[in-house]
């Protein structure tokens, strides 16, 4: 589904990403870690062509990004807060947002549902903007809104950072059910090893703008995380 | 303390984005600074004999200081539009151990070194030395100096406590709008000399030095004004405040007929009447509209034929101000969301049609407001139709293309304390070519054939503009599309 070649970016004379070749079939999740610097959101970035590479290309479904914008359409992503539009209540971003997608007021109902318990009751029918509500209502607004009109690959970048711990169990639940039923690739990018291990059926471990690993076997994963982030 | 504050602002400035990015526009700015200031010098040197020779009074120093008046009234208006505060980021310092009478010391004196400080002795300084000290000697021209700079300076905290103070609400528009009024209503009804009323202030500094120990105690008592209200207001106001969203709700429903671009134009709409910012700008707009009252029912524009050239602009600006204003910082009002907009399918194309729907329905309501000045006469009727054509098909394009030259990010989710990012004299002086545009069409035409034609002139090219506008507007959303990598990373002020 996605597919990365040759990709670099160069900031003056430090290369921040390299990449030689990545490709993500559809309906896989894949985890992303690494160390602050590892280029994790350059390499969202890169791939919402909202940073221009400086060689290679992301594809997604034969399509490079910054090429075409057809896969738009086909891609929900939640990177940070200026994907969203602060000066809204959720409920008129949401509204927006199917305007946009072409999404009748039925099929919004039909994915709030969804994300009842994610909310919390906190985030629909206040009379909040969003820029006043707190950072981890704030993020579940962003994912909420990623994964609405249906998308066959969803970005979301640090997920789980400033969620409570039963926030963060209902979105793991979200994210595989996503998945399972819709067959939908997630691209996570984490620094909370348990749960990327938990719901990633593969991790690939970025150092320095580099993939120095990419693991696909579960049963070993934990420990070769381990033993790479363990300091002493 | 306040060394160390004024060091960071400058290394703060020096590696904004802006800055770096726009070293050429800098140079260039900073050319027409020095240009602009030099002119202000040297008419500052020939103003004795511009006083008597051209305006045949009899005594320069009498006359200049029977106006020095009106000079202030014009200093307070344009001070008012153009001062800005050194932002120094609050939050960045505002949990640190450093007193916060330090963090405001050192904001308010970055605020004083500014070039408007020095206008007042660029044009006074040199009057000072050739005519004053020849007439009454070296002391008292430099007491006459002295109070006239003091008495600019105490001006310079005034509008910096005034701004912050009244910023946003209908008082402040309204007192600096009837500033305007009196000067220039006293000025050509001649209701009120109220310049002559303040001229003996000003001759008595020639022969006392009292009106300077004066005026530097008020230009001391400015100063703590102006600190006191800055030291008790140095909180993050928006975490306490909460805007109401009853308030603010209102959609603008027909615009949805107009598709995506006519939704982006209503959440631009939502935009604009949610933050404080872009409500001054709206509420500019209005009072603009009454500014033809000050020029329609003046006998001075009153000609035997035709009309007086000044309408044009007066008409320009009667239909077109929210998108002179709010279109020079076209792109910068969506900086914290322009993620949003490139992530969109045709998001960005959208964005720029929006905007331009968003525009063009202002301008009309603009234009539809104005009609009832044809109480003065059919022709304001034809002005405000030939400028508003021509505000539509030419200007909102050359707005436009201005705007995206250089878009800086703007953080509207900052209080409106402490918060004029993206205004500056820039964004000021890119207005001058815009007004200059309908006069480069109208003049020559107006001059060759009469005064209609010329009308008929730029309501002809605006109505062409109008015709190959989804040609341009594409061309505009081109060019933002074109640049959106360089747009975005300024917006996330990356290098």
Redesign the interface.
């Known amino acids: 589904m996605i597919k990365i070649k040759d990709l670099k970016k160069i900031y003056g004379s430090t290369t921040v990403l390299n990449i030689p070749e990545l490709t993500i079939p559809k309906s896989q999740c894949i985890g992303l870690v690494g160390n602050n610097g590892a280029g994790k959101t350059t390499l969202f970035r890169i791939m919402l062509d909202l940073v221009r590479a400086t060689e290679g290309f992301v594809s997604i479904d034969e399509e490079e990004v910054n090429k075409g914008e057809q896969w738009k359409t086909k891609v929900g992503a939640y990177l940070d807060e200026n994907m969203l539009l602060s000066y809204l209540s959720p409920e008129e971003y949401f509204r927006a947002l199917i305007k946009i997608y072409r999404l009748s007021e039925e099929d919004l109902q039909l994915h709030l549902a969804k994300f009842a318990d994610f909310f919390n009751g906190e985030i629909l029918g206040s009379k909040k903007y969003i820029r006043d509500l707190s950072k981890g209502n704030i993020k579940k607004v962003g994912i909420a809104a990623a994964l609405l009109g249906k998308p066959e690959a969803v970005l979301l970048d640090e997920p789980f950072e400033n969620l409570d711990p039963s926030s963060q169990i209902r979105l793991k639940k979200l994210i595989l059910k996503e998945k399972e039923e819709n067959l939908v690739t997630f691209l996570i990018s984490s620094h909370d090893l348990n749960h990327v291990t938990e719901i990633c059926e593969r991790i690939v471990l970025l150092e320095k703008g580099v993939i120095v690993r990419d693991l696909e076997d579960k049963s070993l994963m934990t420990e070769e995380l381990n033993n790479y982030f363990n300091v002493s | 303390m306040v060394k160390t504050l004024i060091k960071l602002e400058v290394l703060k400035r020096i590696r904004g984005t802006s800055f770096a990015r726009s070293l050429a526009i800098g140079i260039l700015m900073l050319f027409l600074g020095v240009l602009l200031l030099g002119y202000l010098f040297l008419f500052g040197l020939f103003m004795n004999r511009l006083v008597t020779d051209v305006l045949e009074k009899p005594d320069a120093i009498i006359f200049i200081n029977s106006n020095l008046l009106y000079f202030f009234l014009l200093e307070l208006i344009y001070r008012y539009f153009i001062q800005q505060l050194p932002v120094i980021n609050l939050e960045n310092y505002l949990h640190l151990p450093i007193p916060k009478s330090g963090i405001i010391h050192s904001l308010l004196v970055c605020s004083f070194l500014s070039p408007l400080n020095i206008v007042a002795l660029l044009i006074f300084g040199p009057f000072a030395f050739v005519e004053v000290m020849v007439v009454y000697g070296i002391a008292p021209a430099m007491v006459w100096l002295g109070a006239i700079l003091l008495t600019s300076w105490s001006m310079h905290w005034f509008v910096l406590w005034f701004k912050q103070r009244f910023e946003d609400s209908l008082i402040g528009t309204l007192v600096v709008f009837s500033a305007l009024l009196i000067s220039i209503g006293s000025n050509y009804f001649g209701v009120y000399d109220l310049g002559g009323f303040f001229e003996p202030v000003f001759t008595f500094a020639l022969e006392n030095p009292a009106p300077i120990v004066l005026l530097a105690i008020v230009f001391i008592l400015s100063y703590f004004l102006c600190f006191a209200f800055y030291r008790q207001n140095a909180y993050l106001e928006e975490l306490a405040e909460?805007?109401?969203?009853?308030f603010a709700n209102q959609d603008l429903g027909f615009l949805?007929k107009f598709g995506?671009a006519g939704?982006m134009a209503?959440?631009e709409w939502?935009?604009i009447i949610?933050?404080k910012k872009s409500r001054t700008y709206l509420m500019l707009c209005l009072f603009f509209l009454l500014y033809g009252l000050i020029f329609y029912t003046n006998p001075a524009y009153r000609v035997e034929t035709g009309f007086s050239y000044l309408f044009i602009f007066v008409g320009t600006f009667i239909t077109g101000i929210f998108m002179l204003q709010y279109g020079q910082l076209f792109l910068s009002w969506n900086s914290?969301?322009?993620?949003?907009y490139?992530?969109?399918?045709?998001?960005l194309r959208a964005l720029v049609r929006g905007k331009y729907l968003l525009f063009s329905g202002i301008s009309f309501a603009c234009f539809i407001l104005s009609v009832p000045y044809v109480y003065f006469g059919w022709n304001v009727l034809f002005i405000h139709l030939a400028t508003f054509l021509f505000n539509m098909g030419v200007t909102i394009h050359l707005v436009i293309y201005l705007a995206l030259w250089k878009p800086k990010p703007m953080n509207?989710?900052k209080g409106s304390v402490f918060n004029y990012e993206g205004m500056g004299l820039s964004q000021f002086l890119m207005i001058i070519p815009l007004v200059a545009v309908p006069y480069v069409v109208f003049l020559p035409v107006a001059y060759w054939f009469g005064d209609y034609f010329g009308l008929l002139a730029l309501s002809i090219i605006g109505a062409f503009g109008l015709l190959v506008f989804p040609k341009i507007s594409t061309k505009m959303a081109d060019v933002v599309v074109d640049k959106k990598?360089e747009i975005?990373?300024a917006?996330?002020q990356e290098?």
């Open positions: 909460g805007e109401h969203l009853q949805s995506l939704e209503n959440l939502k935009l949610r933050h914290p969301t322009f993620d949003f490139t992530h969109q399918k045709n998001g509207l989710n990598y975005s990373a917006f996330r290098l």
